[in-house]
């Protein structure tokens, strides 16, 4: 079979299972899980035929209007990403169908879950980037529609409202940039928009665009992806999204959503490295100050969701910064970031349902103070949850540590290979970050899982039965096992790891871990956290207050800026369609009056006429006509 028409019905699948689980739900409830996770099931299977038959890139595009296309682009890049959502899509899907199987609507949860995956995976394998910018669309709507999925919740309806208003605004930076992109290119080249075209020909596009107008339209990417990936300043969406359910949680924060920024930028990575050094040095800091930035957030919340939530902030700054180390890694560049983006969703989605487990079991509790002593009570649950934190603070031999500390090692070459002081940002900012992301993982599950249960619910806690955790431990294993695959995996990206740096700079990150994990248990183990006295420490109230950032926006930029000018725009308007109205009213009047002389009656027109002659004589002897 020809490898395109399979790259079609590898987004197509869960895009029918999208009304077909939601159809199924309403004769069996349960039915709609089973749909979903098949069609789901069956993308995966598709894609691994998109591995197993690749020998080149393949392009199948269909013409749509003018200069315009779309189809399906097939190459290592976009075959990886789409093996990883739709398996890591389905372990989710395979969870939720036990976590979610007490809600009424679950047809409705599993619908939109389909068309979810079905968004992202047309995303990933699109030809052509307006087609590209609508399936991102698709994966924007969902993410309300999920996030919000408990709409009666005031918090979940906020959340929703949140997240959607403030990836609009990288979107519109995204769609401005394709505009001008287009405008730019379309007298040049018959379709000016495809990927094939542009990441193959990245230079010839330069030199028909300009320099400088080529810098406006990757920035103007750049804006979407901060958006969409959720980095500084554009980061304050996700930890409120934290209301939707946990399965919801891990699909945006592991496979989907978050990764389409990190996608799109590896995607046109060609355009940004023949734009300059000045482009990727943004990639850097940007990806660099976001790890530190959560990680410094990180360390003051409760919320087990939201601890995992700003460490999902954190380490899309790793893989962000990674891109922006073209420099010293050339290639790989994209490799490292990929690579890292693989081991966070096994991870990451993996913590999720481990908490989404936990949150169930305790009612709805979440906050980590009044849990402790689970390890006794949920075993498995919590057991899986500690490969999953181990990996997440890069211990030895997780396969964190190969993807995480790989990206500060090439941070180091960075820095090195320049000289400028500015260049020796990144690799502070993320050896810091490797500190802090195992200081407040630690914390976390310390406070979760050793000590005596805090609360009665804790004191009852048992682990979920076996079957519901079965995805949970393919993810652990992964977890723990797929450092041995990153060789092939930069291989299969084109790319190699041949970074070398002195063994104290190689192995300062996990010993910094493994400073902060003492650290933790001496304060969290037992009961000694109980005795901090945080909250007169001004420090620890601008972390606690999220360094205000929340506060801008709402109090300041929307309150004080954004809505009186609209308020002023609305008036205007207002005026404008009043005097518009007016005009209309008049009109209407004098066509009445108009109206009016039409009378049928022939000694009328007469006199009319008769009136008109005179008032133009008149007019003609004043004027010296006649």
């Known amino acids: 079979m020809d490898i395109s028409i399979i790259a079609w019905f590898v987004f197509l699948t869960p895009l029918i299972g999208f009304p077909v689980s939601y159809f199924a739900g309403h004769v069996r409830r349960n039915l709609s899980g089973i749909v979903a996770s098949a069609s789901i099931a069956i993308s995966f299977a598709l894609s ?277 180390f073209y420099s010293v890694i050339q290639g790989s560049a994209v490799g490292f970031a990929m690579y890292h983006l693989f081991v966070h969703a096994f991870f990451k989605a993996m913590l999720f349902m481990a908490a989404g487990a936990i949150i169930l079991t305790l009612m709805d509790l979440r906050d980590v103070r009044k849990m402790g002593g689970l390890w006794k009570r949920m075993p498995v649950t919590v057991s899986i949850m500690f490969v999953g934190v181990l990996t997440l603070a890069a211990i030895f031999p997780t396969a964190g540590y190969f993807s995480k500390d790989s990206i500060i090692s090439a941070s180091y070459l960075y820095m090195t290979a320049s000289g400028q002081w500015y260049q020796s940002l990144p690799w502070l900012f993320l050896t810091i970050g490797s500190f802090l992301t ?93 005795h901090l006295d945080l909250h007169r420490s001004r420090a620890y109230r601008v972390l606690k207050n999220k360094f205000y950032m929340d506060r801008l926006y709402t109090n300041v930029i929307a309150e004080r800026a954004i809505l009186p000018l609209s308020s002023a725009f609305s008036s205007a308007e207002e005026r404008y369609n009043a005097g518009v109205e007016k005009l209309g009213r008049k009109t209407l009047d004098f066509g009445t009056f108009l109206r009016k002389l039409q009378s049928g009656v022939l000694e009328s027109y007469f006199t009319l006429i008769i009136l008109s002659s005179a008032v133009v004589f008149i007019l003609a002897i004043v004027l010296g006509v006649i």
């Not at 200069?67 to 899907?93: K, N, R, W």
């Not at 949970?472 to 995996?489: E, K």
């Open 48 to 324: 691994f035929a998109l591995y197993l038959g690749y020998t080149s890139p393949v392009e199948s595009s269909i013409s749509w209007f003018y200069s315009f296309s779309y189809g399906v682009y097939v190459d290592p890049l976009s075959i990886s990403m789409a093996l990883m959502v739709s398996f890591v899509s389905l372990m989710i899907h395979l969870f939720a169908i036990y976590y979610m199987g007490k809600d009424p609507n679950r047809h409705v949860y599993f619908a939109e879950t389909s068309l979810f995956t079905a968004g992202m995976l047309g995303l990933v394998l699109s030809s052509n980037l307006l087609e590209f910018f609508l399936f991102w669309e698709i994966v924007g709507l969902c993410s309300y529609l999920l996030i919000g999925f408990w709409f009666f919740k005031p918090n979940a309806a906020s959340a929703a409202k949140k997240a959607f208003i403030v990836t609009r605004v990288g979107d519109m930076a995204f769609i401005i940039g394709l505009a001008i992109l287009y405008s730019t290119l379309v007298s040049y080249f018959p379709d000016p928009l495809n990927i094939q075209f542009l990441v193959t020909h990245a230079p010839e596009v330069m030199a028909a665009i300009g320099q400088t107008n080529l810098y406006i339209v990757l920035f103007l990417f750049l804006g979407g992806a901060i958006g969409k990936s959720s980095q500084f300043p554009l980061h304050v969406w996700i930890p409120d999204a934290m209301e939707g359910p946990t399965t919801v949680s891990a699909l945006i924060h592991a496979a989907t959503m978050v990764t389409a920024g990190i996608y799109l930028i590896a995607r046109l990575y060609p355009l940004y490295y023949v734009s300059g050094t000045d482009t990727l040095y943004v990639l850097a800091i940007i990806g660099s100050f976001t790890a530190l930035f959560a990680g410094l957030l990180g360390l003051v919340v409760n919320d087990i969701k939201r601890i995992l939530a700003y460490s999902t902030i954190s380490q899309l700054g790793y893989m962000m910064s990674a891109l922006g």
């Open 438 to 530: 195992a200081a407040y993982t630690f914390r976390m599950f310390f406070l979760v899982a050793l000590g005596k249960p805090r609360s009665d619910l804790a004191s009852h806690a048992k682990d979920p039965p076996l079957i519901s955790l079965a995805p949970l431990m393919v993810l652990a294993a992964l977890s723990a096992g797929y450092g041995l695959f990153q060789a092939d995996f930069l291989n299969y990206l084109g790319g190699s790891y041949s970074i070398s740096v002195p063994l104290g700079i190689e192995y300062l990150p996990m010993t910094l871990a493994l400073i902060a994990i003492l650290i933790t248990y001496l304060l969290y183990a037992g009961e000694r956290w109980k």
